[in-house]
């Protein structure tokens, strides 16, 4: 691994960690719902994700913590406190908690309904749609023919998926 970066070793690391524990996530999420409903599960996900959000936020105020020392830079320029942080606030910054509600509470419900694949297959298409919207709405990037050939094959994919057979 001498040729290759932390941070390029984490941008591999971290979405494949994600991606993995998405499909775990909803998984367990539905599991869980078995036993406690759904309501009981999101509200225990909710709990477990503020604890470590504050403790990620507690171990950026240290700029010398041991989790910068493991990841590198990242951590601290990803975690740091910007000047003014929580001072200043828009309506809009609660839209990722939309986000991430909806994420937790329709990943089970689809699984239950069709499947793990069939949710997954369709759930990564749409990222890709998004991702490419994104880039070129947001970030301003071009999208050009190989990404759009990208999506195109994935719905393709989450089509052949679903066909009965």
């Known amino acids: ?20 524990s998405t499909v775990f996530q909803a998984g367990l999420n539905r599991s869980i719902s078995k036993d406690w409903g759904l309501g009981s599960a999101l509200l225990m996900n909710s709990l477990v994700v503020a604890a470590l959000s504050a ?15 493991i990841m590198g830079e990242t951590w601290s320029d990803l975690m740091k406190d910007q000047a003014g942080a929580f001072q200043q606030f828009s309506w809009w910054y609660a839209i990722p908690g939309l986000f991430g509600f909806l994420i937790i509470t329709g990943i089970p419900i689809a ?7 069939q949710t997954f297959i369709v759930l990564i298409g749409s990222q890709i749609i998004g991702s490419l919207l994104w880039d070129l709405l947001i970030e301003k990037r071009p999208v050009n023919t190989i990404r759009l050939v990208g999506a195109g094959l994935s719905f393709l994919s989450a089509l052949i998926v679903n066909l009965k057979g």
């Open 1 to 20: 691994m001498q040729g290759y970066s932390k941070i390029m070793i984490w941008s591999l690391v971290v979405p494949v960690v994600v991606g993995l």
């Open 55 to 69: 403790l990620a936020w507690l171990l950026s105020r240290n700029a010398d913590s041991r989790l910068s020392v």
């Open 111 to 117: 699984i239950q309904k069709v499947g793990a694949l």
